[in-house]
C-alpha cells in the first residue's frame, strides 16, 4: 500500500484496494514489466483470473518470469495482442481494468499507447465492467506522442454521461517536467 504521494501507479491502489476482491476478474491493458499484473493477480487470489495485454514479446517474457516465481501464472492469461481487442478474449463482468499508457522502460521508446486504440480499449473496457467496477489510466506527456493521447483521452472521459460513470482525476499541482496523471472511471450501475 503507498505510503508516500510519490509514484502515480501506487496512489492507484489506495482508490482500487477494495474494488478487487478474491475471486473477481480483473484486466491488465498494458501489462509492460508485470508488475500492475502481479498486483491484480494477487488481489483476485486463486479464485480470480486476470487478463493481461501487450504487443511485445519481451513484455510477456518479462511478466511471465516474474509471475512464476511469485507461483501466479495460472491465474492469469498473458495475451500477445493490442488492448483493442480486448473483445475477443474478456467476456465477463470485470471489477477493475488498469492503463498505464506510453512505452515501456528499458525497452524501445518507439513503441508507445496511441489515442486511436487506447480509446477503443477504454471503450471496450466500459462495457466489461461490472456496477461499481473501475478503470484506471495512468497518463503520461513527456514522451513524443504522449501529450496528443492525453488530450484524446480526456476529451473522451470529460464526455462520458454523468448518469452512468463518475470520472476522477489526480494528477500532481506543484510538478515541473510533464508529472503523471491518473484517470478513474467507476461504473455506476448496468445500463
Ligand atoms: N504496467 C506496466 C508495468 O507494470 O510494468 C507498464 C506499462 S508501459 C508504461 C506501457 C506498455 O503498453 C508497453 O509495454 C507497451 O508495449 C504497451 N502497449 C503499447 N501499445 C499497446 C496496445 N495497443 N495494447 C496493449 N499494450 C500496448
Avoid: C, W
Avoid at 3 to 16: D, S
Avoid at 25 to 35: E, F, H, K, S, V
Wanted: proline share 3%; no cysteine; glycine share 6%.
Amino acid at each position: 500500500k503507498a505510503k508516500y504521494l510519490t509514484k502515480i501507479t501506487e496512489i492507484n491502489k489506495l482508490f482500487i484496494e477494495d474494488v478487487i476482491n478474491e475471486g473477481d476478474i480483473a484486466i491488465d491493458a498494458t501489462m509492460g514489466n508485470g508488475y500492475d499484473t502481479k498486483y491484480l493477480a494477487e488481489k483476485v487470489g486463486e479464485n480470480g483470473f486476470v487478463y493481461s495485454f501487450d504487443i511485445q514479446e519481451e513484455a510477456l517474457k518479462s511478466t511471465k518470469k516474474r509471475l512464476e516465481k511469485e507461483g501466479l501464472l495460472d491465474r492469469v492469461s498473458l495475451i500477445l495482442d493490442g488492448h483493442e481487442n480486448i473483445d475477443n478474449y474478456v467476456k465477463d463482468g470485470v471489477s477493475v481494468v488498469l492503463f498505464n499508457l506510453g512505452y515501456l522502460p528499458r525497452a524501445d521508446h518507439n513503441v508507445i499507447t496511441k489515442p486511436d486504440t487506447t480509446i477503443k480499449a477504454i471503450k471496450s473496457s466500459l462495457k466489461l465492467l461490472k456496477p461499481h467496477g473501475i478503470i484506471s489510466i495512468a497518463i503520461y506527456t513527456g514522451h513524443e506522442g504522449g501529450m496528443e493521447e492525453k488530450n484524446e483521452v480526456y476529451e473522451f472521459v470529460q464526455n462520458l454521461d454523468q448518469n452512468e460513470f463518475n470520472v476522477l482525476e489526480s494528477k500532481f499541482v506543484n510538478q515541473i517536467n510533464n508529472p503523471p496523471q491518473l484517470i478513474l472511471i467507476e461504473k455506476k450501475k448496468e445500463y
